[in-house]
């Protein structure tokens, strides 16, 4: 036994140094040796630790081999993004770090730099294009009322006359002042100190309206709040409101907007007709054809079940309206009407349905009709 150890002693010290020569100092003493009287407390024999900790060892094992799989990749993506000649087997990531602090502490705030420059130039571009825009839809639509205002100039309904009104809505009166003010036109743009002075919590609060989502994700309540918005705040109709006004032959107006839930069907008819007509007259342009004496387009429009909450008057003022825009019409009406509709148009044809066969026969009102054709058959007249 007294020969045994002084070998065990020179192996012990030989360990001793594997460890020392392996494993930082620090570690040893902090770490390593700790734990291992932790263990040895627990499971007795030193072999019984170096059994439990085997498995989780070569797990261990295969779960580094796995990352340095994955950086080996990961090097090799990054060399061949950005054209550079590092060594990606090497052990040490030391390239790799010096690359990343050169980023950091030199590149990093300039690029933040550019992206925050780029991002605020990206705001401002939309905001000025979105300005812009609705300008650019609200005077088109001012155009527009103007050229059915010039159609409506020399008719009339009856004893009333039309027109079309747009003025800006009160409850958007702020942002309209905003998007159409002159000084867009005179050199200023939305980012001037002078146009800001003057119009600033207009513009802070309608693009806070349609792109300040706040920091997050949005709930479903404020996606859908904001969908609402977008869908508002977009639309060059929400800042304008649209009005038809009548005057009788004394001269007293009337307002649609503050007449229509007094009116009878065929009084709130005819605002219709009289605004589809005057759109079809500004579409087909007829009015410069007209003044020219002759008229170069097809000019044609369709009415299906016209005139049905009409009395004879107006329908009878309608198709005169009608005729005098220079209009082509194809009138479908029912057989109650024919006798307002004919003779006023210059054809009429009775479509006449009998189980499964339908006959379609042009009708004069002026000719008597046959024994065997009754008025009561005709069903579906069809005027032009």
Not at 327 to 355: N, S
């Amino acid at each position: 036994t007294e020969d045994k150890l002084p070998r065990e002693e020179s192996e012990r010290e030989k360990l001793r140094q594997k460890i020392d020569e392996k494993y930082d100092t620090e570690w040893i003493q902090k770490t390593g040796e700790p734990r291992f009287l932790k263990e040895l407390k627990k499971r007795v024999s030193p072999r019984k630790i170096i059994d439990a900790f085997y498995s989780q060892l070569e797990r261990t094992k295969s779960q580094a081999d796995k990352k340095w799989q994955e950086l080996i990749r990961t090097r090799a993506e990054y060399i061949r993004d950005y054209k550079m000649s590092y060594d990606i087997n090497l052990p040490e990531n030391t390239p790799f770090d010096e690359e990343l602090k050169e980023l950091r502490d030199t590149h990093l705030a300039e690029y933040e730099a550019k992206i925050k420059d780029a991002r605020e130039k990206s705001q401002k571009q939309f905001q000025e294009d979105f300005i812009s825009k609705l300008k650019q839809h609200i005077d088109t639509v001012k155009g527009q009322i103007v050229e059915l205002n010039d159609a409506l100039k020399n008719v009339s309904f009856g004893r009333e006359s039309y027109r079309f009104e747009i003025k800006p809505n009160p409850n958007y009166k702020k942002f309209y002042d905003m998007i159409t003010d002159s000084m867009l036109l005179e050199g200023f743009n939305l980012f001037s100190q002078a146009f800001q002075t003057k119009h600033r919590d207009a513009i802070d609060e309608l693009f806070k309206q349609i792109v300040d989502v706040g920091e997050g994700d949005l709930t479903a309540d404020q996606r859908a709040e904001l969908e609402r918005n977008i869908e508002k705040f977009t639309d060059y109709r929400t800042y304008l409101n649209f009005d038809l006004i009548s005057k009788d032959e004394s001269g007293r107006e009337s307002r649609l907007s503050r007449t229509i839930a007094k009116k009878s069907g065929g009084e709130t008819q005819t605002p219709f007709y009289i605004s589809v007509l005057a759109s079809f007259v500004r579409v087909y342009r007829l009015q410069q054809s007209l003044r020219r004496g002759k008229s170069n387009t097809l000019s044609l429009i369709v009415f299906d079940e016209a005139f049905n909450k009409m009395d004879h008057q107006r329908i009878q003022e309608s198709i005169k309206l009608l005729r005098s825009f220079g209009l082509q019409a194809v009138i479908c009406a029912p057989t109650e009407k024919i006798g307002d509709i004919a003779p006023l148009v210059d054809r009429t044809l009775c479509v006449t349905r009998l189980k499964n066969i339908t006959v379609v026969r042009s009708f004069d009102p002026k000719i008597q009709e046959d024994e065997d054709e009754l008025p009561g058959q005709y069903h579906q007249p069809a005027a032009r």
